[in-house]
């Protein structure tokens, strides 16, 4: 997979930054052309010279070399992945907020390139929320990264905040270059943001939903090669590109749109917010304020995911779980209750994982038992996470 990939290697100063060297042998190993950039404080804890061996190239080590001339846009535009391993906060700090002032950092912010960070520092420093939010806006643009793991840190304290391990580092840069087309000849049903049910012409009850998710989704199985239909609610987005949108408003509206093509879809994933309750009589005039009080009487909607459970033959059907409550039962429930294959359950009280939020913090129960929990991720990232789920089942 990485066989005559230009890949940077960004170095800055750890303890850690030794362990780039046995990075840069592996990436050597799987043919990768590799080119290194050492900030100066990488510089003090190993010497330019081992990663010149290694690489078989001169190391960029100065923004103002005479013998690179701009090196920052001539190496910006050759990498096709710049990894920075290990990445120190100041590192992550400077990248997040755009500072430019060394060759690392500026060809960074002059480059195109993906990103991948494996970030190696105090487990203090790790958990501060200065780095916190700095890594929250990298994953928002897209930077990927290679988790640090907990363990002894050069403090002897334990704690999280050790470089990943080199075929954690590996694997994730590996998967920048995958192609998965493993959705080919499927078809894929997805229904994103909310509904809108009216109480009258003006007035109506809703979910809050940004449809982000649901986007993100059917742009995932249309890039996998699926045939994608977007059952929308009202949304603020432009539909991915080569998808089959649907707009509806209400529940009733996306349910039937919904039954008219699971009988012929391979995978459904209801990631829309319906609303669980409509005013059981709309009114087809404005509604005038009339006295202190107002009833409105409700009746529940259509449960489109449970009845797409009874109907279910070889559909895999997705459902999500939006809760408040970090109990491992209301998700299950929806997972029994609905026959479903998987939920994905998110907490909306955590940071990262508000409505309209670009990230997500997600925890898969499928139909297995099984129980999976992620960190922050992007709603790209987490698309993916879940069709690789479901192509365990599909497979
Ligand atoms: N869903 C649906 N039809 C509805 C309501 C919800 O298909 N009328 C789907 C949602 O798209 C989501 C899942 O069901 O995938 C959410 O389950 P649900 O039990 O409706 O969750 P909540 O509305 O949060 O319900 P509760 O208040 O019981 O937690």
């Known amino acids: ?37 050492m900030t100066k404080a990488a510089q003090k804890f190993v010497t330019p010279l081992s990663f010149q061996v290694l690489s078989g190239q001169n190391v960029y080590t100065d923004l103002f070399m005479p013998t690179h001339e701009m090196a920052h846009i001539t190496l910006a535009e050759w990498a096709d992945l710049i990894v920075i391993a290990p990445a120190t906060a100041n590192c992550i700090a400077k990248i997040a907020n755009g500072v430019a002032d060394d060759l690392l950092s500026s060809l960074v912010l002059a480059s195109a390139a993906k990103i991948l960070m494996a970030p190696a520092m105090d487990g203090e420093m790790w958990t501060k929320p200065a780095t916190e939010k700095n890594v929250e806006v990298l994953v928002k643009e897209g930077v990927r990264f290679a988790w640090p793991e907990k363990g002894l840190l050069a403090s002897g304290k334990t704690g999280e905040g050790r470089l990943a391990p080199e075929s954690v580092i590996l694997n994730e840069m590996e998967r920048f270059f995958k192609k998965k087309e493993d959705l080919v000849s499927k078809k894929v049903c997805v229904t994103a943001g909310p509904t809108l049910e009216p109480i009258d012409p003006v007035r109506f009850i809703s979910n809050r939903s940004s449809g982000k998710m649901g986007y993100a989704l059917a742009k995932e199985a249309s890039e996998r090669g699926a045939r994608v239909t977007l059952i929308s609610g009202p949304t603020f987005l432009k539909p991915p590109p080569g998808v089959d949108t649907i707009y509806v408003e209400t529940g009733e509206e996306m349910a039937a749109a919904v ?3 699971f009988e012929t879809t391979d995978i459904l994933i209801m990631a829309a917010a319906v609303a669980d309750y409509k005013a059981r009589r709309p009114s087809s005039d404005k509604i005038k304020k009339d006295g202190n009080e107002f009833t409105l009487e409700l009746v529940k909607t259509t449960d489109i995911l449970k009845e797409l459970g009874k109907l279910k033959r070889e559909q895999v059907l997705v459902g999500f779980a939006a809760e408040t409550d970090p109990s491992d039962a209301y998700p299950l429930k929806k997972l029994k209750e609905k026959s479903l294959d998987l939920v994905v359950a998110n907490n909306i009280t955590l940071k990262g994982a508000e409505f309209g939020s670009d990230t997500n913090i ?19 990232k987490v698309a993916e996470n879940i069709f690789d789920k479901i192509h365990e089942f599909i497979h």
Do not use: C, H, W
Not at 6 to 27: D, H, P
Not at 363 to 372: A, L, Q, T, V
């Open 259 to 261: 039954f008219k093509v």
């Open 362 to 380: 997600v925890i898969f129960f499928d139909r297995n038992g099984k129980k999976e929990e992620f960190p922050l991720l992007s709603k790209e």
């Open 1 to 37: 997979m990485l066989k005559d990939k230009n890949i940077l290697l960004g170095v800055t100063g750890s303890i850690a930054s030794y362990k780039a060297l046995l990075l840069l042998r592996q990436l050597k190993a799987n043919g990768a052309n590799v080119k290194v950039v």
